[in-house]
């Protein structure tokens, strides 16, 4: 895996705080939502979210190892 830079590992943290927010508010609509419609696409899209998010935190794991835990400039 190419080495990923500060500027490239920084936006990867703005999409992981735009994920688990999307994650959090989704689930908050869907435990409001009374169309059941509307509850279950909340419930699917927070759902999606959340394993955006793990996916993410996996790809700068493995980024981290094979980089030795530094990123370039």
Same mark, same amino acid.
């Given at each position: 895996?190419?080495? *990923?830079?500060?500027?490239? *590992?920084?936006?990867?943290?703005?999409? *992981?705080?735009?994920?688990?927010?999307?994650?959090?508010?989704?689930?908050?609509?869907?435990?409001?939502?009374? &169309?059941?419609?509307?509850?279950? =696409?909340?419930?699917?899209?927070?759902? +999606?979210?959340?394993?955006?998010?793990?996916? =993410? =935190?996996?790809? +700068?794991?493995?980024? &981290?190892?094979?980089?030795?835990?530094?990123?370039?400039?």
């Amino acid at each position: 895996m190419k080495n *990923l830079s500060t500027k490239e *590992l920084a936006y990867i943290n703005d999409m *992981l705080s735009w994920e688990l927010l999307t994650a959090k508010k989704c689930y908050q609509y869907a435990n409001q939502e009374t &169309n059941p419609v509307y509850r279950q =696409l909340f419930f699917d899209t927070s759902r +999606i979210s959340q394993q955006n998010y793990t996916n =993410l =935190l996996e790809f +700068i794991g493995q980024a &981290n190892n094979s980089q030795g835990g530094q990123a370039k400039q």
